[in-house]
Each structure stands twice: as structure tokens, then as C-alpha cells.
């Protein structure tokens, strides 16, 4: 009897054994899950206020969700580190507010506890232009329990085909500026004119111009390594059979004419 009651306490101490160690094997994946949902409720909140910041272009909050190490800027083949003094230059003295701002299919992949990716779209209408919608991949790292931006890359092939964006100076300013072109294959710049000589140099691809009035017009080619100018005052059309890149230089400020009908770009 007594060798049945010792066997039956064994038993029962093994179950205990088992179910403890059971438990301890479980309690920090259930407790690894519930840190990771917390995580990306936070992300969530921090993208809708995110949203709310930009809509009501609450300019300091803006510029206070990123690094204050400086954040790298993506996008449309560039790359750039800003530090936090040029992050919030801009958006306290150039930066305009959109009319209308929405997140969409955003997507959060929790790295750690203090560092997440996240991925997705948005639509961004400006005060006057056309709505366009915008890939989306952030980096966010927690900074004294708050959470901040320190890699965003914000891409979009824009109607017209090309974007530019700016090295140093401003073509609009007085001074020397320059400038970083990329044309998606196909786009093409119809009729226009500069009002100061713009020195091009073709970084990749090629370019194609037709340059100069109805009598002396020919078109001209650009393959990448070689350097042009396009006069101040001379109409010209660009287009580009394949993906190409560019860099502008020219003295500012520096306006751009277009017939009237042609709508109006930088």
C-alpha cells in the first residue's frame, strides 16, 4: 500500500514538474507577443497623429518627430542625411501643408522593442496640383520613450515623368545653385525657356533636345558622360527613351517660361 501511495506522489510531483516548466516555456512567448502588439500600437497611434500633424501643418511637431541625430532622406534615387537643424529649417520657414492627407495599407514589422520598419502608401494632395499617391518606408527609433523618424523614403513617378531635386543653392535665389534630375523612360518636358544658361551634365541614359527656333531646330542626342548648355532665352523640348539622370547647375535666380497653355512646372 505504501510502495502504491509513494508511486502515485511521484506521478503527481512529475505532472506538477511538467506543467510548471510548461508554463515557463510559454509565459515569455505570450509575454514576447503581447510587447510586440503593444509596439505596433504605438507605431499606429504614431502614424495617425503623424497624419493629423501634417493635415493641420502643425510645422514644430513635424519636425520633432525625427532623429535628433538627423535622419536619412530616400527617395526617387536619392539619399541624403539631414540633420535635425535642416529638418526643422524647413519646416518651420519653406514647407508647405497639403490640402488633403491620408495613410493607407501601412504595414509595421517590429525589429525590437526600440526599433521598427514601417512600410505602405499615401495620398498627398497639394493646396493647387494634382492628388498623387506615395510609397512609403520609415525607419523609426524610440528615443527616450518617444518614438522618431530616422530613415524615410517617400517615392512617387510623377505625372510628368521626372523629378528634381536640389544639391546646394536655389535656382529661385540669387547665387549659384545646383540641382539632381531623374526622368523615368518615356517622359518627356515639352516647350519652355530659362532665364539664365543652365549647364547640364548626363549621369546616366541619354538625353534628346530639340533646341532653338522653327528655322534652326535640330534635335540633339546626350549619351551619359557628356556636358551641355542650354542658353538663356532659347525654347527647347526634352524627352527620354530611357531611365536617365542628370546634374543642373546655373546662376539664379532662374525663371522658367511656358506657352500658356502648358501647364506651369519648376
Given at each position: ?15 506538477v ?55 536619412f532622406r ?20 519653406r ?22 520598419v ?59 545653385f545646383?540641382e539632381s ?14 532665364t ?8 546616366k ?8 527656333d ?35 547647375s546655373?546662376i ?5 517660361e ?9
Amino acid at each position: 500500500m505504501r510502495k502504491v501511495q509513494f508511486l502515485l506522489v511521484c506521478c503527481l510531483l512529475l505532472c506538477v514538474g511538467v506543467v510548471v516548466q510548461a508554463q515557463k516555456v510559454k509565459t515569455p512567448k505570450s509575454q514576447k507577443q503581447n510587447d510586440v502588439a503593444a509596439t505596433e500600437r504605438e507605431i499606429r497611434e504614431f502614424f495617425d497623429s503623424y497624419a493629423e500633424d501634417l493635415r493641420a501643418a502643425r510645422r514644430e511637431a513635424i519636425a520633432n518627430r525625427y532623429d535628433s541625430r538627423g535622419y536619412f532622406r530616400m527617395g526617387n534615387g536619392n539619399k541624403r542625411l539631414v540633420s535635425f537643424e535642416d529638418t526643422k529649417e524647413r519646416y518651420l520657414t519653406r514647407w508647405t501643408g497639403p490640402k488633403s492627407f491620408e495613410w493607407k495599407d501601412l504595414s509595421i514589422e517590429v525589429l525590437s522593442s526600440d526599433a521598427a520598419v514601417v512600410t505602405g502608401l499615401f495620398d498627398w494632395e497639394p493646396a493647387s496640383g494634382q492628388k498623387a499617391t506615395f510609397s512609403y518606408t520609415g525607419l523609426l527609433i524610440k528615443q527616450a520613450g518617444k518614438w522618431r523618424i530616422r530613415v524615410e523614403d517617400e517615392s512617387v513617378v510623377p505625372p510628368n515623368g521626372y523629378t528634381i531635386s536640389k544639391i546646394s543653392g536655389d535656382r529661385t535665389l540669387e547665387g549659384t545653385f545646383k540641382e539632381s534630375m531623374t526622368a523615368h523612360a518615356g517622359a518627356c518636358i515639352g516647350a519652355h525657356r530659362h532665364t539664365a544658361d543652365m549647364h547640364i551634365t548626363v549621369l546616366k541614359g541619354r538625353q534628346f533636345i530639340l533646341m532653338g527656333d522653327l528655322e534652326t531646330a535640330r534635335v540633339q542626342v546626350f549619351e551619359a558622360g557628356s556636358s551641355f548648355v542650354i542658353p538663356a532665352g532659347v525654347w527647347h523640348v526634352e524627352w527620354f527613351e530611357s531611365e536617365s539622370a542628370f546634374e543642373i547647375s546655373g546662376i539664379g535666380p532662374m525663371l522658367t517660361e511656358r506657352p500658356p497653355s502648358t501647364p506651369r512646372k519648376p
